[in-house]
């Protein structure tokens, strides 16, 4: 029997305008450093997630600094975190409906995201959809796809009696079947060759 429903935020929940991001930085850097920072951002985000367990903001300041040759200090990173909540979303066709569902049903609703939780508990209270879910995830927590952080995420429960959703076939689907764990690839803007599902209100349907 599923427990707990377990959902990737970015690309499944929400969709956000990351392209504020890049305001962001060119607001609080020089120009070469922006330059310079911007072209590398999404690789060293990637490169840290590989490298370390968690997100931390000391850690991934000196990460980044070293990694661009730009500082990117930690009081910056309190900004970046800040500024990242206020940043137009689109929620997802379904969403809302489905996530009435599994609590109408006893079922557990939370998100597993690799992020700072300031951003991602501010966002979804922003948009109104905290409340869906019993706990936000993040920061503080083995980053996907470590098996260890998707069976911390599935306590008190067994890993077969958790669902986890999400748009990254590496990180979200993979990562929770080595756990144990039950997955839903969704991916709704191209066709893959894998089971998936294009729409959320298929759960529906499935549970």
């Excluded at 367990?53 to 990117?72: A, Q």
């Excluded at 991602?120 to 409340?131: A, F, I, N, T």
């Excluded at 979200?172 to 803007?189: C, E, H, Q, V």
């Amino acid at each position: 029997m599923v427990k707990r429903f377990i959902w990737d935020l970015d690309g499944t929940i929400l969709d956000g305008d990351f392209s504020m991001e890049e305001k962001f930085f060119k607001d609080n850097l020089s120009e070469e450093d922006f330059l310079k920072f911007n072209k590398q951002r999404w690789d060293l985000i990637n490169a840290y997630e590989r490298e370390y367990p968690r997100y931390n903001k000391y850690l991934f300041s000196h990460f980044l600094s070293i990694g661009s040759g730009v500082m990117i200090s930690p009081e910056l990173i309190d900004k970046w975190i800040d500024y990242m909540i206020n940043i137009n979303e689109t929620i997802h066709p379904g969403a809302v409906e489905v996530l009435d569902y599994l609590n109408n049903k006893g079922i557990e609703n939370v998100i597993y995201s690799n992020w700072f939780t300031k951003t991602q508990v501010g966002r979804l209270k922003k948009v109104g959809l905290d409340s869906y879910f019993k706990e936000i995830i993040a920061d503080e927590h083995f980053m996907k796809p470590s098996e260890r952080g998707f069976l911390d995420t599935c306590w008190p429960y067994k890993p077969s009696e958790c669902v986890m959703v999400g748009d990254n076939y590496d990180k979200d689907i993979l990562g929770a079947r080595n756990a144990g764990l039950n997955a839903i690839y969704y991916s709704p803007k191209k066709d893959v060759d894998v089971p998936h599902i294009k729409r959320l209100v298929k759960i529906k349907e499935m549970y």
